[in-house]
Structures are given as C-alpha cells and as structure tokens.
C-alpha cells in the first residue's frame, strides 16, 4: 500500500527530518492490543514523561503504548471526532452512566481530497528512525487543530526530545511500543481526577467510542495512555488512561511520581 497522500506536516514539522508520512502497512504491522498485555511500560512511560518535562512538551504531549485493534485498508486512516451523545445513540455503545455527552468516535474512514485531518498520535518506526502519524482528528475540530500548531512552533524543542526519545527507547528495548500523542482527554470531559475513561470497540465495523463514566475500579485492564502535568513542587501527576481489549472499557487512575 502507498503511502496516504495528505498534507500531515507544515513545513516547519516536515523539515525537521523526524517525520514520515502514514501508510496502512505501518498501521497494521503493529501490535495488536491482545499482544502487548504482558509489557509493561509505567516506568518507561514516567521516563518519557520526564523528556517531555524537561523540553516543555508536558501541555501538548503524552505517552501511549502503540497498538491497533484492527487492520485497515488501502486509502483508509483512523478518523476521531468529538461528539454529543443523544437518545438516537446506540444504548450498546454508551454505558447508561455516562458522566458528559461528549464523547471521541474513532472510525476506519476512507481518505478523500475534502478532509484535512489533524495527526494526533505517533509511533516510532525503529527502521526508519523517525515518528509516522498512527491516527488522525476530524480537520474540523478547532482545538485540536490549534494544539498543532502550538506543537508545530515549538519544533526545536521537538527535535531535541526526540533525540533523546530515541536513545531512551533503543536502551529499553520498547521502540515498537513508546509512542506520544496530542493531549485529547479534556475535550471529552475536563474533570480528569474525578472521572474515568472508557472505550468500547466494535471489530466488525472498526470503530470505537471513547467516553467518561464515575470512578471506578476494574481489574483487568491494559494501560495505553499517559498523561501527565506538574505543580509548582515539580511533582509529575501520571494520567493513566487504561485500556482493554475489544467490547470492554478505559479508565485512568491517578499516581504520583516525584520527577527532580
């Protein structure tokens, strides 16, 4: 498959040589979500999160554990929307304790030459030794349009993480798992230390709905993402946004890792 013909990175992204553009072969080569179970990445993630400190990427940036759910086709990206649940939802889709309408819809989408879709989550590619774009926001959501722009202005920056990114994921052995996204949560529900994140996943029709519901606790879960954000002390308060695999639910806890 070719690579998807879209413009991912202005100019100033594109020149700093660690970006290359997305193909469904790069997608679907990664590891399933039943596959990475078993790794464990909180203290490589709570590194990584100490680079994006040390850098000032901590309000743009978090940490993911790269995996798909599902396979795409030729000329298809994951497209994200930001959405307002309403009676006409699906009730198998949304759990009936749904703390905020708002809610992120990911979906297998067929490219066409109207959208301007936004990356939002990147993976390492230990071959090429740079980022490639994983999944995408709807080009209409202004927020997350604006926070790559913000991304993109602080490309030195970038360009120094990187570097050390890199270093960091060769020595631990994780270049196929470490990968960084644009922070999404609070447009779904801003009240992070109180809330927790699910995601259903439909593999037949390849989509997800992601969504917030009371604090809980599961047993079973597979964290994914890491968010983190630093007080006046410099401790660094980890995000975790867990996952299962396909028909169960995210959550996050909250922990706190002093970070120097």
Sequence with gaps: MSAVMIDEYPTQL???NIFKNFTQNDFNDKFHIDEISGIK???AAVSVGQLLKNHKLLDLLGVCNIHNH???KENEIVLAKASVAN???SI??????MTSPNYLHLKATNLDSNMHPVPYMWAYDKQSKMFFALQFFDGSNKEMKDRFQKLTERSESLINF???FVQLAENLGLEDNLGIYLLYADIINKKLSTEEFREITDTESREQWVYTTPADKFKQSIPTHWTFSADCDGIIEVVCMQMCSNKTGTYHDRVHHKLG
Excluded: A, V
């Excluded at 198998?92 to 304790?97: A, K, L, P, T, V």
């Design 70 to 72: 599902f396979h795409l």
């Design 14 to 16: 594109f020149e700093t």
């Design 162 to 164: 990187y570097q050390e």
């Design 41 to 43: 990445m909180d203290e």
């Design 87 to 89: 009676d006409n939802d």
């Design 92 to 97: 198998s889709h949304f759990d009936i304790n």
